[in-house]
């Protein structure tokens, strides 16, 4: 049975790695940090307290930002393969944080494979690290393969970058196999509450229930590549299953704008929705009940925008055999459909882990 390391256990990508992974008939260790509060509701299917848990899934209490923690979990599991999916991942907090960013984000990583190398993993283990699209930021050219310069435009891409060479470096000097996955924006019901996508398919649920007046946004006009995160993590298995370390992209090879999703998200909710006005006077209104359901607040507004991405997968279809399934469309249907049921039966469980 193999042992597999994960960082960021209970986010959404760990939480759909874990469950790829215990099918696949590993042993799972998650690292999470110690809390007052949990915040585990993804991960409570598979592990409600130490007495109630799937039999080969595990909890070890540690921190991106100490070392000493590391290195005594790698110590005591010896994993076969360690996924780093752990960060502070949200973009405009990240410009509010920075030296906190930088220290988890891309000292992190550092912290990981330098643990490795001491205890000698980095000749029996295979690593990953969950890089980003946010990292080529002010793009130079569209769509974005591997051979793509970097450029960028927040702490956050900053700090990944840092993460993502630390590693290409560890590859070459130390012979670690080192994997970096750069994955293009990946949405899904597990999102957090204050990640765009999840935002606007909530807050529109929230305000065709009735339990909401409207939905306060930043930049209607950023565009984005958006994926399933569910399937995206059978991406990131089958990278690390290669004979030789490498860097893939992980995209569907379309974006669509902000102003899209909630388009869409309009559609599956039957919301007739019209703009009126220019500029950052702009709005977005129920024709049918001539409210105002979508307002620009410049609170959300970045100090330096990513205006567009999107990504060339052809590498991880050729090597890898995959290419996503999940279309646009399908993926706000899903997310609409998992708000729906959870608003409506708040509190009911079976709802928390679809």
């Not at 393969?145 to 900053?158: A, C, K, L, Q, W």
Request: overall charge neutral.
């Amino acid at each position: 049975m193999k042992k597999t390391l994960i960082t960021g256990v209970n986010g959404q990508d760990g939480s759909y790695l874990s469950e790829f992974l215990l099918a696949k008939g590993y042993e799972v260790y998650g690292i999470v940090r110690r809390s007052s509060t949990f915040n585990r509701w993804r991960i409570d299917h598979l592990h409600r307290h130490l007495f109630d848990r799937h039999k080969n899934f595990h909890l070890e209490y540690g921190d991106l930002t100490d070392s000493s923690s590391l290195m005594r979990i790698m110590k005591k599991v010896m994993p076969d393969e360690i996924y780093n999916l752990g960060a502070q991942s949200h973009v405009q907090v990240s410009f509010e944080t920075p030296e906190y960013s930088a220290d988890v984000d891309g000292l992190g990583a550092l912290r990981l494979i330098e643990a490795m190398r001491i205890l000698g993993l980095d000749k029996t283990a295979k690593f990953f690290q969950a890089s980003t699209s946010e990292m080529f930021g002010k793009v130079v050219e569209t769509p974005q393969n591997e051979d793509t310069p970097f450029y960028p435009r927040s702490p956050y891409g900053v700090a990944k970058l840092y993460a993502h060479w630390i590693v290409k470096n560890y590859r070459e000097a130390y012979g670690l196999f080192g994997v970096n996955g750069i994955l293009f924006n990946h949405e899904s019901p597990r999102r957090g509450e204050n990640f765009v996508t999840k935002k606007i398919s909530q807050g529109l649920v929230r305000v065709k229930l009735g339990l909401q007046n409207t939905v306060k946004l930043g930049n209607l006009e950023a565009k984005r590549d958006w994926g399933y995160a569910k399937e995206y993590m059978e991406a990131v298995w089958l990278m690390m299953q290669q004979e030789q370390p490498d860097d893939y992209i992980i995209a569907t090879g379309e974006n669509h704008s902000v102003r899209e999703f909630i388009e869409e998200v309009c559609r599956n909710l039957d919301i007739s929705l019209i703009w009126q006005g220019s500029g950052r006077e702009e709005k977005g209104i129920d024709a049918k009940t001539k409210k105002v359901i979508i307002e620009l607040d410049d609170h959300y507004l970045r100090p330096a925008e990513v205006d567009t991405l999107k990504g060339d997968s052809s590498k991880a279809k050729k090597i890898l055999n995959w290419q996503p399934k999940v279309t646009f469309k399908e993926l706000v249907r899903i997310m609409v459909g998992y708000d729906l049921k959870s608003i409506q039966h708040s509190g009911d469980k079976e709802f928390l882990i679809d």
